[in-house]
């Protein structure tokens, strides 16, 4: 019953390559999102996706392309890969703003994927 | 812009030791304030929340008082477990979807 899932967890690959890194989320969620974590620990957003709609779109290299194709699914394509993308990309989501306060945009993480860039 | 400012770490306690993390945060109007834990290996998951003063959230022997007068919402534990080390994020949302994250506090306890 996972919640926000992610495949694969563990991504170990060469500086050049392409790869892509899947998200799904069960929760009927509208707003899915892409964080990068590096080995500090510092968490950057790097996208947001309401109802397949991009809705955020930090400064992040055009190498890096999201792709959702249903509100369930948002997927991280990354081009001509580099040594400093080496770091975690967390998948996440959240169901939509109330017109009251009561729905917190609360976040709901996956476990992660760790990209190791050689 | 909306930011939040939290504790430096490490911090390393022994069992049973007291706990606080400080968090203070800028951001116009009324934010909803989190506090996430990342245990080792894991994504974050939501430890308490609160959204508007004065309010308190809380959860698992953990508190946090939502105080607009000093814009912070420092997280406490009365009594600290080693189960509880893990990476602890301070957050604040204004509600459209953007969710602005501290730079975590990592937390070890020794028994």
């Known amino acids: 019953d996972t919640a926000v899932s992610q495949t694969p967890k563990y991504l170990v690959t060469q500086m050049g390559n392409d790869k892509s890194i899947k998200c799904e989320q069960n929760?009927?969620?509208?707003?899915m999102y892409w964080y990068k974590q590096d080995s500090k620990k510092f968490l950057k957003i790097m996208f947001s996706?309401?109802?397949?709609?991009?809705?955020i779109n930090e400064t992040v290299p055009n190498r890096f392309s999201p792709k959702s194709p249903d509100k369930a699914h948002l997927n991280l394509h990354i081009n001509s890969l580099e040594l400093g993308d080496s770091a975690v990309y967390f998948c996440?989501?959240?169901?939509?703003?109330?017109?009251?306060?009561?729905?917190?945009?609360?976040?709901?993480f996956g476990p992660g994927t760790r990209l190791t860039v050689l | 812009g909306n930011s939040v400012t939290q504790m430096e770490g490490p911090v390393t306690l022994s069992e049973e030791a007291f706990l606080t993390i400080n968090c203070t945060y800028t951001?116009?109007?009324?934010?909803?304030l989190f506090w996430y834990v990342q245990y080792p290996g894991e994504g974050l998951q939501l430890l308490l929340k609160a959204t508007k003063a004065d309010d308190k959230g809380s959860n698992k022997g953990f508190e946090a008082t939502y105080r607009k007068e000093t814009t912070s919402f420092h997280l406490e534990k009365g009594s600290v477990q080693v189960s509880d080390s893990a990476v602890y994020f301070c957050?604040?949302?204004?509600?459209?979807?953007?969710?602005?994250f501290g730079a975590g506090t990592r937390l070890t306890v020794k028994p």
């Open positions: 957050a604040l949302s204004k509600g459209n979807n953007d969710m602005r």
């Open positions: 929760l009927g969620h509208d707003t």
């Open positions: 996706y309401n109802n397949k709609e991009l809705i």
């Open positions: 996440a989501s959240s169901p939509r703003q109330g017109r009251d306060r009561s729905s917190y945009n609360e976040q709901f």
């Open positions: 951001a116009t109007g009324y934010p909803s």
